[in-house]
C-alpha cells in the first residue's frame, strides 16, 4: 500500500491556517507567553535525554492545533505504518523505505551483516585482522559520494571522543589533486580502504577507487588488494572484478536510499573508529527515536513537531530557510550532512498525483556550529531582513568534564536564542543598535554527545523529513534531479556538445 495522495492545500486545516495566519503574523512570539496559559508546558517536549523547546516560535497555540489536524487530515498515522512495515512508499522507484530496520534489528538479513560490520570492526581493533605485511591498522580510508560518504563522515568526526584509534579519512570528490595529497601520508602496509557505492556505477567513487587501487599496486602487489580492500554495494560482480574477495564485499538492501544508509554497511567505518559496543548504541538510540516518532501523540511527538514548525514558516510565513546551529564543534559536518538528507529529499515539485504543486516543498537547509556562527553570520539573523527559523542543538555535558569551559558555550547557546527572541530596543537613542527580536529558534537539549544520543538525534531529523514529504504529497526517496548533470558531463567527457548551449560551449572551450 502506498503513501496517502491528499493535496494538503484543499485541506479545511490548510484554509484555516490561512486565515490564522492573517491574523497573527505580525505577533511577537513574547505576546503568545503572556497571553497563552501553559505554553512552556505546551511546547516543550522532555524524552529520554532530549529536552525540546519550541516554545520560541511565532506559533499560536491555535495555530499549533490547526497544524496537527493537518496531519490527522493528511493520514500521517496510517503513512507512518507503511513506512515501517515495508510498504513501496518510493513510488517512482518501486521499492520500500526501510533504512529505520537496520536499527530494529529484527531482521534476518540486517542482522547477517551488522554481524560482518561488528566482525570487520573488532578483528581490526583487536589487531587479529592485519596487513598484509603483519602490521596493525592504523588508518581507514572511506572512498564514497553523497550518501556513501556524508553520514560516516560525520559521524566518525562527531564521536571522534570514542575513537579506538585508527584513523579515518574521506576522499569523495573527484579532485584528483585531494586524492594524490591524501595518498602522499599514507602507508599502503597499515591501511584498509573501503570503497563505498550502493550501485557501484558512480564515476567520483569509480574514479578514485582505480587512482587508490593502482598507487597500492605500485606500492605492494595486486595480490595483497584481497586484504585490504573492502566493498560496499548492491552490485556484487563488480567489486569482484576489481579484485575485492567476496568475503570482503557487503550488501546494501535495495531498501536502502543512498542518504539513509549509514546505518547498515555504509556504516563500516563508523563501527571500525568508534568500536562496534558503540555502533550498537547508535542503532539503539536511533531506534529508540523511531518508537517514539511511532507512538507518541503529535503534539509531543518532537520529528512531528519540528516538521510541521517547518512547515509553518516554510508555507505560510515563506521563509526559505533553516538553520542547523549545533554547539559542539564536534558537530561542524551535521549541517552539511542534514542538507543532503533533506534537500536531496524533499527539493520536488511533482505531487505523489503526479501534479506540479502549488505550494513550497523541502527548505533549504544550512548552519554551522555555534559559537563560531555567532562570529560570522549570526548579525544577518538579528539584524538582517531574512528571517531564519533555526534549531539551537546544546550538550549538557563535556566530554572531557571542563565544565568551567562548557558552561561558556551553553551559556551562549542560550544567550543566542534569547537574544533572538527579545532582541533590544534602543529607545531611539541609536536607530542603528536597535534589535527587533522576534526571531524563531527550537532550543534541543542534549545530555551527552554520545553515541546513543547521536543516534537519536540523527532518526529525529529523518522522521522530520518523512514527515514533511508525507504531509506535503511528495515522493522523498527519490532523487531524479541530480541524474541529468550526472548524463551530461558524461556526453561532455565523451567529446558529445552538441547538446550544449552557447554559454556552455564557450566555457567548454576555456577548460
Ligand atoms: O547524488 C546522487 C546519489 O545517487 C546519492 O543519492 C547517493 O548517495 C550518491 O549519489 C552515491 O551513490 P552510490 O552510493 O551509488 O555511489
Known sequence: MALSKI?????????????????????HINDFFTGENNRLEKFSINWNNFYVDFSKNRLSNNSFKLLKSLCDETNLKNNIEKYFNGSVINETESRAVLHTALRSLENDEVNITLNKIIKISDEINSAKRLGYSGKKITDVVNIGIGGSHLGPDMVTKALSYYNKGIVPHFISNIDPDFTS???????????????????????????????????????????????????????????????????NILSIPEWVGGRFSLWGSVGLIISIVIGSDNFKDFLRGANEMDIHFK?????KNIPVVLALISIWYNNFFKYETEAILPYSQFLSKLPDYLQQASMESNGK????????????????????????????FFQLMHQGTKIIPCDLIAFKESLYGDSAQHEILNSNFLAQSNALMMGKSNSGKNIHKNIDGNKPSNSIVINKLDPFNLGSLIAMYENKIFTIGSILNIYSYDQWGVELGKSIAKQILLGHDEGLDESSKKIRKQL
Do not use: M
Request: net charge neutral; aromatic share 10%; glycine share 4%.
Open 349 to 376: 515539485s511533482i505531487d505523489r498525483n503526479g501534479r506540479k504543486v502549488n505550494y513550497e516543498t523541502g527548505s533549504i537547509l544550512w548552519g554551522s556550529t555555534g559559537t563560531n556562527a555567532q562570529h560570522a
Open 181 to 247: 595529497k591524501l595518498i602522499e601520508k599514507l602507508n599502503p602496509e597499515t591501511t584498509i580502504f573501503i570503497i563505498v557505492s550502493k550501485t557501484f556505477t558512480t564515476i567520483e567513487t569509480l574514479e578514485n577507487a582505480n587512482k587508490i587501487r593502482a598507487w597500492f599496486i605500485d606500492n605492494t602487489s595486486e595480490d595483497y588488494i584481497k586484504d585490504h580492500f573492502i566493498c560496499i554495494s548492491n552490485n556484487t560482480e563488480a567489486p569482484k572484478k576489481f579484485g575485492v574477495s567476496s568475503e
Open 7 to 27: 493535496n494538503p492545500t484543499k485541506l479545511s486545516s490548510w484554509k484555516k491556517l490561512i486565515q490564522q495566519f492573517d491574523k497573527e503574523n505580525n505577533y
Open 295 to 299: 507512538s507518541s501523540p503529535f503534539e
